[in-house]
């Protein structure tokens, strides 16, 4: 997502999406889920058909790594509410861990079983990049890292 904020943020004004996917060779099915997640975190803005990038957009796209991070970090935990959840239901147990299973039942009462596990992927993915959570492969739980948790000590 960071490329194609970076992407549309280089646009002097507005741009066709169907252009953009165009000239990037794809079909615009398979960039509207991006295009979805960049709006849903306040980087760009779709209106009739136009896209464009806005001023936290340009921010974001003109950071460094870490800058980029923090940015994002923000963004979920104001924008996504499934995102603030995992982290609050972490914080709140005594060893911060839980099995991803019960993160994806609660999706299962909006989604189906594959949309559910595919959002919680999702999840799983936004979340390590803004090291807000990790993902143990092996026993299969999202826990909250020590790093992490003195970081939210800090901020809290």
Same mark, same amino acid.
């Given at each position: 997502?960071?490329?194609?904020v ?59 790594? =870490? ?8 963004? =979920? ?26 993160f ?12 559910a ?40």
């Open positions: 997502m960071a490329g194609f970076e992407l549309v943020a280089e646009l002097e004004r507005k741009e066709d999406i169907y252009k953009i996917a165009e000239d990037l060779n794809m079909d615009l099915a398979d960039i509207q889920p991006v295009i979805e997640a960049a709006e849903l975190l306040k980087f760009i803005d779709t209106t009739g058909g136009d896209i464009s990038v806005t001023e936290l957009g340009k921010v974001f796209a003109e950071a460094d790594v =870490l800058e980029k991070k923090e940015i994002f970090r923000k963004q =979920l935990l104001a924008n996504v509410p499934f995102i603030q959840q995992i982290v609050q239901v972490l914080q709140n147990k005594s060893n911060h861990r839980m099995p991803v299973e019960f994806i039942e609660l999706l299962e009462t909006r989604f189906s079983t594959s949309e596990q595919a959002q919680m992927e999702i999840a799983i993915d936004w979340g390590r990049y803004a090291e807000l959570f990790a993902y143990d492969e092996d026993s299969k739980e999202v826990y909250l890292e020590e790093e992490v948790l003195e970081t939210q000590k800090v901020v809290d």
